[in-house]
């Protein structure tokens, strides 16, 4: 397997549709191993990063030293400076192969009727957004990306929830509360006394159970088999994040449907930007998924607010992309270092617990 002669060894392992075979893994070690020691050393595994990480084109994408030495590290377990085989049968398995064979969902967020036409329709709202616009982005990628799941999150709120201005008298606030029930309006914050103690923004009632406005948007595709997530069920809780409670005290079902699905990647998409869909992408990072979001399928409440949460996600390991490039990440034509580093951070973690 000569990486000079024969283009990148990644892209042939890709193209021939398996990375189990032992005979492909010890190829490429040793086309990485040039001074046939028996092992990489971290200039020999920064040949390979080079080469794991190109776009679609075949550029190779620049990775700093310090963040391939943090790569290395993760591999070369007994920490004495070579990635041996066996430690290199670990990368492959553990790393390589979710690079090269992602398994991918797109997760489309509240794109529902409330939040584009109806009482938080995003237009209404400081940055002044159509929230209609993500519909055909979101539609052109479930018709031209095959993803291995799609899934779709809906706020799901009972008449009594706290979110609710037209709710704020039913509860004690507490002492702390910088508004008072008697001023709140919407988009203030009150502190709720509980329990537990809640700060909860407010809204206009929105996404009611089984109300026109719960329901997606009537033009958003739904494919044949998909998984809806509700959230913010409980009236005494509400629920950004398609994983969990803004309290984390109870999960939706997100989770333990995408592994059963082994999925490994997520593109996130909908509405609003700076709310579920960014506490969406957080907790999933959080759990070790990688992260995509797709911006051009995103519209969101404050403009301020949604650069802080492009800051915050970046911070993470998240990557932002345009709905055009997904569909080459997915095939794994073009592999973002960023994902490759968040999954090396993932392993870490695991290793340590």
């Not at 539609?139 to 993803?147: A, G, K, P, R, W």
């Amino acid at each position: 397997m000569d990486t000079a002669s024969n283009g990148n060894v990644f892209d042939r392992i890709r193209d021939k549709g398996t990375i189990f075979s032992e005979e492909k893994m010890k190829s490429c070690f040793q086309a990485f191993d040039k001074d046939r020691d028996g092992g990489l050393n971290a200039s020999e595994f920064g040949s390979m990063i080079r080469l794991l990480f190109c776009n679609e084109n075949g550029k190779p994408y620049a990775v700093s030293a310090q963040r391939v030495g943090e790569m290395f590290a993760v591999f070369d377990s007994n920490q004495d400076g070579i990635v041996d085989l066996e430690e290199f049968r670990n990368c492959w398995t553990q790393w390589i192969r979710q690079i090269l064979f992602p398994v991918s969902a797109l997760l489309v967020i509240d794109v529902q009727n409330d939040f584009i036409s109806g009482s938080l329709a995003v237009r209404n709202c400081p940055a002044g957004h159509d929230g209609g616009e993500v519909v055909p982005v979101i539609n052109q990628l479930i018709d031209t990306v095959q993803f291995d799941a799609v899934l779709y999150s809906l706020d799901w709120h009972p008449r009594n929830h706290i979110s609710f201005v037209e709710n704020v008298n039913n509860r004690k606030v507490h002492t702390t509360s910088k508004v008072t029930t008697d001023k709140a309006k919407v988009f203030d914050t009150v502190v709720f006394e509980g329990p537990p103690v809640t700060l909860q923004k407010l809204w206009p009632a929105h996404c009611i159970q089984e109300s026109w406005g719960s329901k997606l948007h009537s033009d958003l595709k739904v494919v044949d088999d998909p998984v809806f997530i509700h959230k913010g069920t409980n009236p005494d809780v509400d629920s950004y994040s398609a994983f969990w409670d803004n309290n984390k005290l109870t999960s939706t079902k997100l989770h333990s449907e995408l592994m059963q699905r082994n999925i490994t990647d997520l593109y996130i998409c909908g509405l609003a930007y700076d709310v579920c869909v960014a506490s969406t992408a957080l907790d999933a990072l959080e759990l070790g998924y990688r992260i995509a979001l797709v911006d051009d399928a995103c519209r969101g409440v404050s403009l301020d607010d949604i650069q802080r949460c492009k800051s915050s996600l970046a911070k993470n390991h998240a990557i932002i992309v345009n709905s055009s490039q997904v569909k080459a990440m997915v095939l794994a034509h073009d592999r973002r270092p960023e994902l490759g580093y968040k999954a090396t951070l993932a392993l870490s973690e695991k290793a340590d617990k």
